[in-house]
């Protein structure tokens, strides 16, 4: 009998200890959810909002600006890489280059058509090497052009005085990475 009411008190106390733990958990919750964090963009006016997005857009284009400043100084000569529209050259031999992007999004080629003209009085045989760089300035790839690149139609080795050809073939990348620039080296 003594033994029963000694584990009924233990019990009663330890009934009014989760009672009491359950009270203050349900006080420190109604506590933790009534604080309120206020957001800075709710309420704050559509004007505002719209004047934080132009900053921050004119603020990416000047760190694109910047970056774009910094590969071009560490790597001369180069030229922004612009598909399908035709950019003259104008180095040497070389009349005008033309980039295009062929293939799937999982399985990019990259292509060129080229332009030489030789306006000299001699011969010219061509050694032209292109090379693409991402937009950090990395090599990514180049092209040596060859004479299995010219049309079917063109046959002979090198430019005749005032004769214009056209070479195109397939850029190999050595890196998985899209072109940003280019740079032609005529020999």
Excluded at 126 to 142: E, R, W
Aim: glycine share 6%; aromatic share 8%; no cysteine.
């Amino acid at each position: 009998m003594l033994v029963s009411l000694v584990l009924g008190a233990m019990l009663m106390v330890t009934g009014i200890g989760w009672m009491v733990t359950a009270y203050k958990l349900s006080a420190t919750k109604q506590q933790f959810f009534s604080r309120h964090i206020p957001d800075p963009v709710v309420g704050a006016p559509a004007d505002d909002l719209r004047s934080r997005v132009s900053a921050l857009e004119q603020e990416v284009l000047t760190l694109q600006e910047e970056k774009a400043s910094l590969v071009q100084n560490r790597i001369p000569d180069l030229n922004p890489l612009v598909f399908d529209t035709t950019v003259p050259v104008g180095q040497g031999y070389v009349k005008n280059i033309r980039f295009t992007q062929t293939g799937t999004e999982t399985d990019k080629k990259f292509e060129y058509f080229v332009i030489l003209q030789n306006d000299g009085e001699r011969r010219i045989t061509p050694d032209v090497v292109i090379y693409l760089f991402d937009s950090l300035g990395i090599q990514i790839g180049m092209a040596r052009l060859a004479d299995n690149d010219i049309s079917p139609d063109t046959t002979g080795r090198g430019l005749k005085e005032g004769e214009s050809r056209s070479y195109f073939s397939q850029i190999q990348l050595i890196r998985d990475r899209d072109p940003a620039y280019f740079h032609i080296e005529v020999k």
